[in-house]
């Protein structure tokens, strides 16, 4: 007799599993397991960190392949719901809508994109999806369409939403004028604002709503300024007792429990002294800076974002801090500059932590060239990105 050939196939996963896939994907193991895996994780960065260095012809290696002790993972003191910052575009859902607010699951380069809310996405707190859901609402409404391609025409975009342990939101919408004339623009600027103020919106309770015309994917304060519609310019939050001010550009720690916990071994790692000079590169609002100001004789902070820059002065001021000084402008065109005339007897430590991208070339060799700097400290959020060309750099 024949035997019957029979298939098992798993279901597929539902679009929410995908997003969570996506964005989370170590959701499915509990937290201690998933702090195993980033263990593992960056043991292999430091080994092939190692084996390159060989090939380099520099006998780096310590026992275990690696090139530098490796620590254990610190745990975050909030796991779910920590996010500061969410990101929400508007494109096509799954179910056809072309103004669905969410977070994309599949690339562009594969041209199978599709936008998910994120509503049962664990790392998001409850206040952004309630912005998130908003906006989609408002949108809706709108006889505008969403811009999903700037070619093809469309207007609504990205939503920005930031909040902080103060009980403070910020929401940010992006929005392509296309060939909107001025009045055209003030009409939906202020329908916005009477949604988010007075209709359904209002039960965000919004600390600041701002409003930016972009005809880039990103764009800089200085290339679109950012438009107040309603509330406080900036939003406020605390760390080590020390009040910081947020524009809606500036960078900040997306987890604040978590920013404590790796300032605190920063602080550590540093190893200052009462006469150490701290160089903070790419320091943001000068959270890492002015959280160890107190244990350092001089703090020089540096930052592109000029926005940040005037946040990190005011931190300073408002926090009673006076051994601070902050530069605006890119690292690679200060530094080599600032250090090149470095004389100060004083022992230097720099911390750096800069984007996805890596620090510039010309900022390594400034660093590499400054001979009293005695310690240098590497923030990565991808190890294994950019920052392995720095690494051997």
Not at 88 to 101: A, R
Not at 292 to 299: D, G, I, M, P, Q
Not at 333 to 345: F, K, R, T
Not at 355 to 368: C, D, E, M, P, Q
Request: with cysteine; aromatic share 8%; hydrophobic share 35%.
């Amino acid at each position: 007799k024949k035997k019957a050939r029979v298939s098992c196939s798993l279901p597929e996963p539902s679009w929410e599993e995908r997003l969570a896939n996506a964005v989370t994907p170590l959701w499915r193991l509990p937290y201690q397991e998933q702090l195993q895996v980033k263990y593992e994780s960056q043991r292999k960065i430091l080994q092939t960190l190692a084996s390159r260095l060989e090939e380099l012809g520099i006998d780096a290696q310590k026992p275990g392949g690696l090139c530098c002790p490796l620590q254990p993972v610190v745990p975050s003191p909030i796991i779910n719901g920590y996010r500061n910052k969410s990101t929400f575009s508007v494109n096509q859902g799954p179910d056809g809508n072309p103004k669905t607010v969410g977070l994309y699951v599949g690339t562009g380069r594969e041209r199978n994109i599709v936008c998910v809310k994120a509503n049962h996405v664990e790392n998001i707190p409850s206040k952004h999806k309630q912005v998130a859901q908003c906006y989609e609402e408002f949108i809706s409404h709108s006889p505008l369409d969403s811009c999903i391609l700037f070619h093809e025409g469309g207007h609504w975009r990205e939503l920005v939403v930031r909040t902080t342990s103060c009980g403070h939101t910020m929401a940010i919408i992006t929005f392509h004028p296309q060939q909107l004339g001025q009045e055209a623009l003030a009409a939906q600027k202020a329908l916005l604002k009477e949604f988010f103020t007075c209709g359904p919106g209002a039960v965000c309770a919004l600390t600041s709503l701002y409003f930016q015309e972009s005809t880039m994917t990103r764009c800089s304060h200085e290339q679109s300024p950012y438009q107040l519609l309603h509330g406080a310019p900036h939003i406020f939050e605390e760390l080590f007792g020390l009040k910081f001010r947020i524009s809606p550009d500036a960078f900040f720690q997306v987890n604040t429990a978590g920013a404590e916990v790796l300032y605190q071994a920063v602080g550590e790692l540093c190893q200052a002294t009462g006469d150490t000079v701290l160089l903070d590169i790419c320091c943001g609002t000068g959270t890492i800076g002015l959280s160890l100001a107190h244990r350092v004789s001089k703090v020089i902070g540096v930052e592109v974002v000029e926005k940040a820059i005037e946040d990190a002065e005011w931190n300073a001021a408002f926090n009673g801090i006076s051994n601070c000084e902050f530069h605006s402008g890119k690292a690679e065109a200060v530094l080599p500059q600032l250090l090149a005339s470095w004389e100060d007897a004083r022992p230097l430590v720099a911390v750096v932590n800069p984007s996805r991208a890596g620090l510039h070339y010309r900022v390594v060799r400034a660093i590499r060239n400054c001979r009293s700097i005695r310690r240098l400290l590497y923030i990565s959020c991808k190890p294994e990105g950019e920052a392995m060309r720095n690494f051997l750099e």
